[in-house]
């Protein structure tokens, strides 16, 4: 097939997939309805396991990076969590966790949690090591108690990169949830999944609706990472990821979405 | 020394050194008022160390990189042996000058011997030519050949700073720019390599550009000193001894520095200034001999030498009793004929004595060295001499 | 492949009758007796995994070329790429199939893409980190920018960019691990086979994590053989 055809006919498979998302229709197989307001539970059901997951992953990892970067333990912890975690496959944990404990909403948000704290714990705990050490001697030499130093001090500067953690855990998840229904949890990754009862158009739609998360959710972070900012700290121009010129930090070389 | 003359000796040069020329250059920066270089003409004669210093900001590191068109010039011609550079291709032009700065910037992933054959290797000398001209510069900066194998991370700051210079000086070109070339370095380590440079200066006679913001270290380097002020305006361009001897203006007094006087005597020799003859007797010379030769001089001792001409001890009144002069044993503060008048000044000083006896190599009596004698050559009695300052790597002969 | 594995397993299930395997459990004897299933979905993985990273080597470093002196085209080209690397490898396998088909091409194309952004980013930091007086002192010296590059600011960037070649890779293996769902294969094929089995699941995810350790000690290694200067520095 010649490139124009194949360029015609995948955007004529776009817009069926664009359809798909718009107008309820017949499943394959038939029996039930699929496509149109019936993919609302699904997304209901993804923006709640991502929502879910982040929530726990922040919990854990903020308060537990911040404290080990600010006493400066654990280094050795910091870099292989971020460097083992890379090479597991999100779809094994997934299976392994529900293979445990069952096919339910909270195993799979509990092996997500596992998934998304990496990138939030190990931008936390750079972030606080990579607080200039003078900055935290004067702060100290000032009479601030070390709660005060990481209220005031480390965790104002530390917190774009912590900021960058979750942005790139968020990713992460939203992509992970794909796979939700592997463990019975119905999630958008079912139309990709099951193209037998969804169609092709089904695949196609939900993996553009996925992908559009994904990127707007990305934007989203980006904006608020740059909010959070300090501005004399903010770069010229931020695109969307990282345009930070420059020796990558351990922390953007950490990112793994799945 | 004769430019004319001046042509690259010993065992690592064989091309005649250039005569360098700027003639009206002007550099203006775009969104920028000011020239960094105003009008700057500047003649450098072919085997001399042409020092530019001046405050920060005042283009000297701009007017060398304008040599090797590391940077274009607005308007205004460079010539090199007197021909214009302006059309030649930069790259081409660049490795026949030398090129030294102070980061040195040595290759990290290449050997010493890879980073000092760099621009050879880029003139497509062949294997043979390139290693024995690596070990020939291994040898003139007093590295061990061992060490080409080595990486520069493994080598010491003052060890790194002479590989920068011998990869400089690789290809043996007529014409080398150095920029700060020994910033970065302790000042005692800066001090050797400093001389060690000035007497590799001696034998291979290049013509050299050097930068550098420490008056000090351009008196002692420079055959002719470039004084630049804001905006690449030269304010003087003369020899060290007239540097100090004659500052154009305040500027020039000002950067030279109040202790000018004493930054003279960094220059001279004590060969270089009028010694008084030494009154010398031996023993068994007659004793009223002796007497009248002390009193025909301000010193008012004799100088008891052996016979060898060697100083043994002054001898005064006390001592010159009797028919003839006999063996008496004292101290002498010797000063010789190649220490800086600075050092000779000090060796008295720290003698508590007003006069030193010269001797020569041999340990001879070459004459008597007084503080008033210095005191009046830093009066401007000797102000005739200046001319004959000797070229900075003689001065380390 | 696909049929083969689930009758394998149900043979297996009905044939031994153990406990632990009927129970879906963790049963290192089966492990050993099955090993041999996963050679072809293991080698499939490694082929995905090396295609997929030697492609988005070669983009990224083709693009990292274009941008290195046209510093404008760096916005573009991370905007870009990021974007790639955002959407999730699930949806893209999605996205491609109407215009790839079902196969390992499909598969490969996903993870490149995924890799463009981390191997970029590091060529160009690598780059942007080459000692600015060694550019100064080699440019003085008479080479021209060409020169430059290949004798001073790519051999001084390779630590960088290993750096973010190796990031690629372990990403890249864990990533492969959906690539079936494109019908490219690869060791997520028996996972999902059979989902359920603990045994299956583990065997599996040890295998991508030793595959990963395995191609991270090569690139390592090479790495360390390119590099003398780097082993005898300071």
């Given at each position: ?24 229709r ?5 029996g ?33 990076g ?14 292989s ?6 090479s597991?496959?999100a ?6 966790f529900?293979?445990?404990?069952g ?8 092996a ?28 100290r030499?000032?009479g ?6 990481v209220r005031r001090?480390?965790l ?28 019975g ?10 193209t ?26 980006a ?36 | ?37 105003a ?19 005042c ?12 940077i ?19 790259s ?55 060490m ?20 400089a ?19 005692i ?8 440079f ?8 290049k ?27 030269l ?43 030494a ?23 004799a ?14 009144d ?11 044993a ?57 001319d ?6 003689e001065?380390?002969? | ?23 879906d ?21 490694l ?57 390992f091409v ?5 993870l ?12 160009m ?39 973010g070649?190796?990031?690629a ?14 019908g ?16 299956n ?34």
């Amino acid at each position: 097939m010649s490139l124009p055809l194949t360029v015609a006919s995948a955007l004529s498979d776009f817009g069926d997939g664009l359809d798909f998302l718009v107008h309820q229709r017949d499943s394959v197989a038939g029996g039930v309805q699929v496509g149109g307001a019936k993919n609302l539970p699904l997304l209901s059901e993804h923006l709640k396991v991502v929502g879910l997951s982040m929530l726990f992953a922040i919990l854990i990892a903020v308060p537990l990076g911040l404290y080990l970067g600010h006493t400066k333990r654990g280094q050795f912890v910091a870099s292989s969590i971020s460097n083992v975690g890379r090479s597991v496959p999100a779809i094994a944990l997934v299976l392994f966790f529900s293979s445990y404990l069952g096919l339910e909403l909270k195993n799979l948000v509990f092996a997500m949690t596992l998934l998304a704290i990496p990138p939030i714990f190990t931008n936390a705990y750079v972030g606080v090591r990579q607080v200039d050490e003078d900055v935290v001697d004067a702060a100290r030499g000032m009479g601030l108690t070390g709660v005060q130093v990481v209220r005031r001090v480390e965790l104002p500067l530390a917190l774009p990169l912590v900021f960058g953690g979750i942005r790139t855990s968020v990713v992460n998840v939203i992509a992970t949830a794909t796979l939700g229904p592997y463990v019975g949890v119905l999630t958008l990754g079912d139309p990709i999944i099951n193209t037998s009862v969804y169609g092709d158009d089904g695949r196609i739609g939900t993996a553009i609706l996925v992908a559009a998360l994904a990127v707007l959710a990305e934007v989203l972070f980006a904006a608020i990472q740059r909010a959070v900012t300090p501005a004399p700290l903010r770069p010229a121009r931020q695109g969307l990821r990282g345009l930070r010129r420059g020796r990558p930090t351990l922390a953007q070389v950490a990112d793994t979405p799945a | 020394m004769d430019p004319d003359t001046a042509q690259a000796e010993g065992p690592s040069a064989n091309r005649q050194a250039a005569t360098l020329e700027l003639r009206n250059i002007v550099k203006r920066y775009p969104g920028s008022d000011e020239p960094a270089i105003a009008d700057l003409s500047l003649e450098v004669a072919a085997g001399e160390i042409c020092v530019l210093v001046g405050p920060s900001g005042c283009g000297k590191t701009t007017a060398m990189r304008l040599v090797n068109r590391m940077i274009e010039p607005t308007s205004g011609d460079i010539l090199v042996n007197g021909a214009s550079i302006i059309d030649r291709k930069p790259s081409e032009l660049r490795r026949e000058i030398g090129y030294a700065i102070q980061q040195i910037g040595l290759f990290p992933h290449q050997t010493i011997a890879e980073n000092i054959a760099t621009v050879p290797a880029l003139l497509g000398w062949d294997k043979r030519r390139i290693a024995e001209r690596v070990d020939e510069l291994m040898d003139l900066i007093g590295l061990e050949k061992a060490m080409a194998k080595r990486y520069p991370g493994q080598l010491s700051g003052g060890q790194r700073q002479r590989v920068g210079v011998a990869r400089a000086l690789a290809a043996d070109p007529p014409l080398m720019l150095m920029d700060e070339p020994f910033g970065a370095i302790d000042p005692i380590n800066r001090e050797r390599l400093q001389n060690e440079f000035l007497r590799l200066q001696g034998e291979i006679r290049k013509t050299i550009v050097f930068v550098t913001h420490d008056i000090d270290e351009a008196i002692k380097m420079g055959d002719r000193i470039a004084i630049l002020r804001k905006g690449g305006v030269l304010a003087q361009y003369a020899t060290p001894a007239e540097l100090l001897m004659a500052p154009a203006d305040e500027f020039v007094e000002d950067f030279v520095g109040a202790d000018r006087a004493l930054k003279r005597l960094a220059l001279q020799r004590v060969r270089d200034i009028d010694l008084w003859e030494a009154p010398t007797v031996r023993v068994g010379d007659p004793v009223s001999e002796a007497r009248a030769r002390a009193a025909a001089t301000p010193i008012g001792h004799a100088l008891l030498v052996d016979e060898d001409n060697r100083p043994v001890s002054w001898l005064g009144d006390g001592d010159l009793i009797g028919e003839r002069v006999v063996h008496h044993a004292g101290g002498l503060t010797k000063v010789e004929l190649d220490d800086v008048l600075r050092d000779a000044l000090a060796d008295l000083l720290q003698g508590k004595v007003m006069y030193g006896v010269v001797t020569d190599h041999g340990g001879r009596v070459a004459g008597v060295l007084s503080v008033e004698v210095i005191s009046g050559f830093l009066n401007h009695q000797v102000a005739g001499r200046i001319d004959q300052a000797p070229a900075p790597a003689e001065r380390l002969a | 492949m696909l049929p083969l594995l689930a009758q394998v397993k149900i043979t297996d299930r009905n044939g031994a009758g153990q406990n632990c395997v009927q129970q879906d459990g963790f049963c290192p004897g089966w492990i050993k007796d099955h090993i041999g299933d996963y050679v072809d979905p293991l080698v499939r993985h490694l082929e995905l995994t090396v295609v997929s990273v030697v492609a988005g080597f070669l983009i990224a470093f083709a693009l990292a070329m274009l941008a290195h002196r046209r510093r404008w085209l760096v916005a573009p080209i991370t905007g870009a790429t990021g974007v790639m690397y955002t959407i999730p490898s699930l949806a893209l396998f999605g996205i491609l199939l109407p215009i790839t088909g079902f196969g390992f091409v499909t598969g490969c194309i996903a993870l490149t893409a995924y890799n463009l952004l981390v191997i970029f980013r590091n060529i160009m930091a690598g780059l942007d980190n080459v000692p600015e007086a060694a550019k100064d002192a080699a440019t003085g010296m008479g080479m021209t920018p060409n020169q430059v590059l290949r004798q001073v600011e790519l051999p001084l960037a390779i630590p960088e960019i290993v750096a973010g070649v190796r990031v690629a890779t372990t990403t890249t293996v864990g990533l492969a691990a959906l690539a079936f769902i494109a019908g490219a294969g690869g060791l997520g094929e028996p996972l999902i086979v059979n989902q359920n089995f603990k045994s299956n699941v583990v065997t599996v995810g040890v295998l991508c994590v030793l595959l990963a350790a395995v191609l991270d000690l090569l690139l390592l290694l090479a790495e360390r053989l390119a590099l003398p200067w780097r082993r005898v520095a300071r």
